[in-house]
């Protein structure tokens, strides 16, 4: 009985040695779960803490729609570069926005059916009568000139009085022989290039010249010589020609 006793201690303590072993195995794995969260713990605050260091530095996700603004932008953009040239004008939508016509009004209808009367009978009108040609003239003239006359030149010194004595003189001669007009131009005369010419204005219709002129050479007829003939240029003598 003693031995049974025995054995069933020793069985005994052998089962409270695995208890304890369990317990202390369980122990055991609880301090290293324990640890274990304890270490993702500090993982994820470490995570958190890496999240604000990057926003502290001003690094900012990009987001995936940037471009949305721009391409919107852009649109509008085009859209009123077309809108400026015209583009829209042919299409439907402003077809659409176009004014409608107001609705004929019956009384304008009867209106309009009534007969218009008839036109005045425009009266004919009468034949213009075709403008006579204006009358043609020619001559010779000699011309002396004084300080101040139009178109003088710097050369010319002389007065008017001295200029009226000089072309009466000139005159004189001309009157006496018509046919010495041309040597007697080149001695007085002081128009540019009259010794070229002889004097020759060739011809020139009726009111080509200034009124002095024409009206002293129609007091004279073709081939005679007129008197003396003021103008603003000086003093003239004329030959008749045509």
Known sequence: MSKTTEKDRAKDDEDLDEDESTDEGNDDGEEEETKAAA??????AHD?????????DGVVAEEPYWWAPHAVLSALVLIGLLGFFGMFNQTPLARLAAPVAP????????????????PAQAQPRPAQSA????????????????TGSRRAP??????????KVRATEAMTKAKADPSKFTDIVKE?????G????????????????VPEFQAGLEKIKVGQVSELVETPFGF???LRTQ
Do not use: N, W
């Open 194 to 209: 009259a010794d070229r010419r002889g004097g020759d204005l060739g011809k020139f219709p009726k009111g080509a010249m």
């Open 39 to 44: 270490v993702r713990g500090r993982g994820h």
């Open 131 to 146: 403008q006579a040609p204006r009358e043609m003239f020619g001559a010779k003239h000699l011309l002396v000139m004084y």
């Open 188 to 192: 007085y005369s002081d128009e540019p």
């Open 236 to 238: 003239h003598v004329i």
């Open 103 to 118: 609705e004929p009004d019956e009384h304008a209808h009867a209106v309009a059916a009534s007969p218009a009367p008839a």
């Open 154 to 163: 710097p050369t010319v010194t002389r007065s008017k009085d001295e200029a």
């Open 48 to 56: 958190d803490e890496d999240d604000d260091d990057a926003e502290d």
